[in-house]
């Protein structure tokens, strides 16, 4: 149990990074670079050519999503740089969170099937 909660925070841990980046960096272009970085590292380090499907789909999805959403009123920002009046870094958290959720239920799959 011990071993799997580990590894269910470290799953978490690069979105948790992202979430908390956002109040601490103002400048949009830091916080997409580092978005890139870290989406990049773990796409590369992972050499697990599903993720990337997942990746692009919770970048497509969510983006279109999320236009949905601010067109319609439910969202507003307030930051610098907008993607189709989202904040241009959003598309990326969303689409590292859909690889943080297959990592995830993929740990808790090989947990339950002990």
């Known amino acids: ?14 979105v948790f990074v992202m979430i908390l980046l956002i109040p601490l ?7 997409i670079a ?11 380090l992972s050499k ?4 990337l499907i997942f990746f692009s789909f919770g970048l497509i999805l969510l983006t279109c999503t999320e236009m949905w959403f601010v067109a319609t009123g439910v969202e507003t920002f ?8 989202i ?5 990326l958290l969303w689409a ?13 799959d090989t947990f339950l099937a002990r």
């Open 1 to 14: 149990m011990r071993v799997f909660l580990v590894r269910i925070l470290g799953i978490m841990l690069p």
């Open 25 to 31: 960096i103002k400048e949009d272009i830091a916080v």
């Open 48 to 51: 697990d050519k599903k993720e």
């Open 78 to 85: 307030h930051r610098d740089l907008f993607f189709i009046n």
């Open 96 to 108: 590292y969170s859909f690889v943080m959720m297959r990592r995830a239920i993929i740990a808790l």
């Open 34 to 44: 580092i978005y890139i970085a870290i989406s990049a590292g773990a796409l590369i």
């Open 87 to 91: 904040p241009i870094w959003l598309p």
